[in-house]
Nanobody, 121 residues
Framework: QVQLVESGGGLVQPGGSLRLSCAAS????????MGWYRQAPGKERELVAD???????NYADSVKGRFTISSDNAKNTVYLQMNSLKGEDAAVYYC???????????????WGQGTQVTVSS
């Protein structure tokens, strides 16, 4: 099976920075895409940033210029560097990876358990 384990969330003051990590482990043949979503209370889950296996990236307009997604393919890990954090960035952040876990089985999406980011003075 495949597991995604997230870390790096916490409490930060407005203007501060955090780096989230999401490590995939288990039976992994290939990872096609990795990304981060977030969900604030009372709101729908939304895309924050994603990255294809080729390295192309996509960001929500609200985080462009402040957040950076990156990956360490050797470690099957995706990161989200978050700078200049604002109150509206507070949410539970989830990683999502499209992973092929077996040779003859189609790739599917896997979600992390979520990590809380709180932005407050």
């Amino acid at each position: 099976q495949v597991q995604l384990v997230e870390s790096g969330g916490g409490l930060v003051q407005p203007g501060g920075s955090l780096r989230l990590s999401c490590a995939a482990s288990g039976s992994i043949v290939s990872i096609n895409a990795m990304g981060w979503y977030r969900q604030a209370p009372g709101k729908e889950r939304e895309l924050v940033a994603d990255m294809s296996s080729g390295g192309s990236t996509n960001y929500a307009d609200s985080v462009k210029g402040r957040f950076t997604i990156s990956s360490d393919n050797a470690k099957n890990t995706v990161y989200l560097q978050m700078n200049s954090l604002k109150g509206e960035d507070a949410a539970v952040y989830y990683c999502l990876c499209n992973i092929k876990s077996r040779r003859y089985v189609p790739a599917r999406d896997y979600w992390g358990q979520g990590t809380q980011v709180t932005v407050s003075s």
